[in-house]
């Protein structure tokens, strides 16, 4: 059994189908909902930027967006102000 979700999406303009696990799809409806963008016209763009032209291309090209648009969101290692944690005496 498949962890993987098929969802139809229209990319520029054409119904094409991609094969993605869950929170790939809710990390892309996510930054879609924050861009002010359909999943669609979202794919769209970045399928233009990176000419994924099949639905394999394409959901490799979405895997590495997502993750890239959340790590950009993230504050690296070095900005973070982390507090040494508490260890327990033995």
């Given at each position: 059994?498949s ?78 102000s ?9």
């Amino acid at each position: 059994m498949s962890s993987k979700k098929l969802r139809n999406v229209y990319v520029a303009g054409r119904r094409t189908s991609m094969r993605l696990e869950a929170a790939f799809w809710e990390g892309l409806d996510e930054i879609a909902q924050r861009e002010n963008l359909t999943v669609g016209e979202l794919c769209s763009r970045f399928a233009e930027q990176v000419g994924a032209v099949d639905a394999s291309n394409l959901s490799s090209a979405v895997r590495v967006y997502v993750l890239e648009y959340f790590r950009a969101a993230t504050p690296r290692r070095q900005d973070i102000s982390c507090h040494p944690l508490a260890v327990a005496a033995e």
